[in-house]
C-alpha cells in the first residue's frame, strides 16, 4: 500500500459525516452517488471523516 502513496495526483474530501463501518463499496457508492465522481479514478485519494473527530478513512 505504501507504494502506491506515489501515485496520488488528487486528494478529495468528503465534508459530511461518514459511517466508518461501511467497506469500500459502501464507500464506492458515496463518490458515485453524492459527489458525481468516478471513484475507480486512477491516483485519486478519497477521505472520510467519522462522528469522532479523531478518525479518517482512505479510499485509494
Given amino acids: 500500500m505504501l507504494e502506491d502513496v506515489f501515485g496520488i495526483r ?3 474530501l468528503a465534508c ?3 459511517d466508518l463501518r461501511k ?3 459502501g464507500l464506492a457508492m458515496i463518490i458515485g452517488d453524492k459527489y458525481k ?3 475507480f479514478e486512477k491516483g485519486t ?3 472520510y ?3 469522532c473527530s ?3 478513512k482512505g479510499l485509494l
Fill in 16 to 18: 459530511e459525516t461518514v
Fill in 54 to 56: 479523531d478518525r479518517i
Fill in 37 to 39: 465522481q468516478n471513484p
Fill in 10 to 12: 488528487r486528494v478529495v
Fill in 49 to 51: 471523516c467519522g462522528g
Fill in 45 to 47: 485519494l478519497f477521505l
Fill in 23 to 25: 467497506e469500500i463499496d
